[in-house]
Structures are given as structure tokens and as C-alpha cells.
């Protein structure tokens, strides 16, 4: 049974909007006055900034995603649920990075949880496509998909990596967000094309 759109949008943009809250609130204020009192913050705030930045992608990707659409229905729903529950450990895992100096199972995890994120997206994408069909504009707008699939990659060789050169490793989840922070104008092509419809 087709459903509206409008619950699950508000819904996710609430649980979004707490996610990125619980992350803001993790930073602790430090105790001193002096300059030199915050150098122990920078891990934690470096963390915040690459995952604030993966949290606001996934936001923006995940609005133009549903412009593409006309309704959702009980998978979708539930797709949409399995992706929020491994965006709601972004927070977890950002705190646990940064409060360890990027020692290497924080980031290792920390990778885990990106890799996770992306299949719960993908899962989602293409539940989305089954229901609107291979013809839809959310079909047409995805294609291939070769930047989910090269993220997933590198979220991988990031997590291996992670276990000899945390640095290395948390650069390549920086190289990531890099890759997504450009705007994808798949779907606004999509949508501005005289033929679109859903």
C-alpha cells in the first residue's frame, strides 16, 4: 500500500536534527581560560567538524532523494529507519574517535559505522526504485551509483588502514565527504528535465 512521503521526511529530519545536537553536546567545555586549554580539544573537535559534514550530506542527499518520489510504503519506511538507526551511531563513534586521539579501534569502527551507512542508503535507494519502478525518476536519477560504490571502497581500505596509520585512515574518510560534499545534481537534473515525472 502506497503511503505519503510528508511523516517520513519530518521524522527524519527530527532524528537528524537530535543526531547532530547529541554531537555539539559531546564537546566539552574545557576547563581553563588560556589558549593552551583547548589544544586538548582539537581531536574531538576535528571529529565533530568531518562528522557534522556526514551528517549534513547525508541530510541533503536524503532531501533530494524524496523529491524524486511521489509515496513510500511499509519497506521503504522501514529502510528508512535501518538507515537512521546507523546514522544515530555517528555520534557515539565521533566521541569515542576524538576522546582517543584517533587511536586505531575507535577509528576502525568509527570507518565500520560509514560503511554501514552507506548499505542502509543504498538499501533504501533501491527499495525506493522497486516501488516506483525501474523507469521512475529516482531510477533514472541513481543510474549506476559509481560514487556510492567507490566510497565503500575506500570506507574499506580506511578501516584496514586504520590498524597501522590512523591518520591515513581518518584522511581517507575526509577524501570521502570531499567526494559527497560536492553537490550531486543527479536528481536536479532530474527534476528540471521537461519530461520528469515520477
Not at 48 to 66: A, E, K, P, Q, T
Not at 124 to 152: N, P, T
Request: aromatic letters at 14%; charged letters at 15%; one cysteine or more.
Amino acid at each position: 500500500m502506497a503511503l505519503g512521503k510528508g511523516r517520513l521526511e519530518a521524522f527524519s529530519d527530527g532524528v537528524i536534527a537530535i543526531i547532530i545536537t547529541i554531537m555539539v553536546l559531546e564537546m566539552k567545555v574545557p576547563h581553563g581560560e588560556s589558549i593552551e586549554s583547548l589544544k586538548p580539544l582539537i581531536p574531538v573537535f576535528m571529529s565533530y567538524v568531518l562528522s557534522f559534514i556526514y551528517v549534513g550530506i547525508y541530510w541533503n542527499n536524503h532531501h533530494h532523494m524524496l523529491q524524486a518520489v511521489r509515496s513510500v510504503n511499509g519497506g521503504i519506511l522501514w529502510a528508512n529507519l535501518y538507515l537512521l538507526f546507523w546514522l544515530s551511531l555517528i555520534p557515539f563513534v565521533t566521541s569515542w574517535m576524538g576522546e582517543n586521539h584517533f587511536a586505531k579501534w575507535p577509528v576502525a569502527c568509527y570507518g565500520f559505522v560509514l560503511i554501514m551507512n552507506s548499505f542502509a542508503y543504498l538499501i533504501l535507494v533501491k527499495k525506493l526504485i522497486r516501488h516506483h519502478g525501474e523507469h521512475s525518476l529516482i531510477a533514472q536519477a541513481f543510474g549506476e551509483d559509481w560514487k556510492g560504490k567507490i566510497s565503500v571502497c575506500i570506507y574499506a581500505i580506511a578501516v584496514g588502514v586504520s590498524l597501522i596509520n590512523t591518520i591515513a585512515a581518518f584522511t581517507l574518510y575526509v577524501v570521502v565527504a570531499g567526494i559527497w560534499f560536492i553537490p550531486d545534481r543527479r536528481i536536479e537534473k532530474e527534476l528540471n528535465h521537461p519530461d520528469a515525472e515520477n
